[in-house]
């Protein structure tokens, strides 16, 4: 039962890149929309869902405690990444996407197939573990994925200078979940009104983020399109490397955990790439190509994959 619940969340998200691909053939989508996309979400309706997300999910009391145990996903990412970087370099993966691959192999979609997929397996006891990896997903993504991916990326011909990539370290992204954190700490009330509109606002997000991933995967020229070792490696280090990483910082870390913490851990550390690398390469100008082609070929891995990691975790540890 646990395996069905978790392929029928995954072939939601293939349906919706679908739909992109299906109107892009059509010509309902033009180059500029194409274009608006990326920067609407990431902008517009990406930051204030977060900032509502924290507000709404996490308490002032116990705020502190539960950050440290966000330690564990954000150190498994650090060393996830770096390690593939070291690997990458070490297996020849072409240098012009290296930092988009380590950022995919590192990262998973905690949002639109994390919350769905953790739904199915644990109900309202994993929402709090959620988002403790939520959140150090979005701070590590928005720092150290955004920076690699940026480093990569080029505009009218030019590489990112050094100042230009600093600056968008501190994307609006990671400024909606820090003004999150700030209001939750001082204790401000947010009207409902407003809440339910970031809410209605991030519920934007995914759809848009997935059907631009189809009108970008066709336009791909399929012949010339990244299908070779590199998307292999990629695909290895997202839906195995990161989720065994995981298992063994939460076993070094001295850090006390309940169990359905570790399997939520495990679990959103193997789940597919972050959409937001396709939205993100296609903002920066970087190789957005392989972007498309990794968020499509770990979705579609992450039919069985994912599955078998809650089978697993859910049996390993009680």
Same mark, same amino acid.
């Given at each position: *039962?646990?395996f069905?619940?978790? %392929?029928?969340?995954m072939?939601?998200?293939?349906?919706?890149?679908?739909?992109g691909?299906?109107?892009?053939? $059509?010509?309902?989508?033009?180059r !500029? +929309?194409?274009?608006?996309?990326?920067? /609407?979400?990431?902008q =517009?309706?990406v930051?204030?869902? #977060? *900032?509502?997300?924290v507000?709404? &999910?996490?308490? &002032? !009391? !116990?705020?502190v405690?539960?950050?440290?145990e966000?330690?564990?996903?954000?150190?498994? %990412? +650090?060393?996830?990444?770096?390690?593939?970087?070291?690997?990458?370099? #070490?297996?020849?993966i !072409?240098?012009k &996407?290296?930092?988009?691959a380590?950022?995919g192999?590192?990262t998973?979609n905690?949002?639109?197939?994390?919350?769905?997929v953790?739904?199915?397996?644990?109900?309202?006891?994993?929402?709090?573990?959620?988002?403790l990896?939520?959140?150090?997903?979005?701070? /590590?993504?928005?720092?150290?994925?955004?920076?690699? =991916?940026? $480093?990569?990326?080029?505009?009218?011909?030019?590489?990112?200078?050094?100042?230009? @990539?600093?600056?968008? =370290?501190?994307?609006?992204?990671?400024?909606?979940?820090? @003004?999150?954190?700030a209001?939750?700490m001082?204790g401000?009330?947010?009207?409902?009104?407003?809440i339910?509109?970031?809410?209605?606002?991030?519920g934007i997000?995914?759809?848009l983020?997935l059907?631009?991933?189809?009108?970008?995967?066709?336009?791909?020229?399929w012949?010339?399109a &990244?299908?070779?070792?590199d =998307?292999?490696?990629?695909?290895?280090?997202?839906?195995?490397?990161?989720?065994?990483?995981?298992?063994?910082?939460?076993?070094? *870390?001295?850090?006390?955990?309940?169990?359905?913490?570790?399997?939520?851990?495990?679990?959103?550390?193997? #789940?597919?790439?972050?959409?937001?690398?396709? %939205?993100?390469?296609?903002?920066?100008?970087?190789?957005?190509?392989?972007?498309?082609?990794?968020?499509?070929?770990?979705?579609?891995?992450?039919?069985?994959?994912?599955?078998?990691? *809650?089978?697993?975790v859910?049996?390993?540890v009680?």
């Amino acid at each position: *039962m646990v395996f069905l619940n978790a %392929l029928e969340s995954m072939v939601s998200i293939t349906l919706l890149s679908l739909v992109g691909y299906v109107l892009a053939w $059509r010509g309902w989508i033009s180059r !500029d +929309v194409e274009m608006f996309i990326p920067k /609407f979400v990431i902008q =517009i309706t990406v930051p204030p869902y #977060l *900032m509502a997300s924290v507000v709404q &999910h996490f308490n &002032h !009391d !116990d705020f502190v405690q539960l950050i440290t145990e966000s330690a564990i996903p954000f150190v498994s %990412l +650090v060393v996830s990444f770096f390690l593939f970087l070291f690997l990458g370099r #070490l297996l020849g993966i !072409d240098r012009k &996407h290296l930092g988009l691959a380590a950022t995919g192999a590192a990262t998973s979609n905690t949002i639109f197939i994390g919350i769905p997929v953790n739904n199915a397996l644990f109900g309202p006891m994993g929402l709090t573990s959620l988002l403790l990896y939520f959140l150090a997903n979005t701070v /590590f993504f928005w720092t150290f994925g955004n920076y690699a =991916i940026a $480093r990569e990326g080029t505009h009218d011909g030019r590489r990112l200078s050094t100042r230009e @990539i600093v600056s968008h =370290i501190f994307s609006p992204p990671l400024i909606g979940t820090m @003004i999150g954190c700030a209001i939750l700490m001082l204790g401000i009330p947010l009207p409902r009104f407003l809440i339910s509109a970031c809410e209605m606002m991030g519920g934007i997000s995914s759809p848009l983020a997935l059907i631009l991933v189809g009108v970008i995967l066709y336009r791909i020229d399929w012949k010339s399109a &990244h299908l070779g070792k590199d =998307i292999v490696l990629s695909l290895l280090g997202r839906i195995l490397l990161t989720p065994v990483i995981t298992i063994f910082v939460i076993l070094l *870390m001295p850090l006390e955990i309940p169990p359905i913490t570790t399997q939520v851990y495990v679990v959103q550390a193997g #789940l597919p790439c972050m959409t937001n690398i396709a %939205l993100i390469s296609a903002y920066y100008g970087a190789d957005k190509e392989f972007g498309s082609v990794f968020v499509c070929v770990t979705t579609i891995v992450g039919m069985i994959s994912v599955p078998i990691w *809650m089978t697993l975790v859910t049996f390993f540890v009680q």
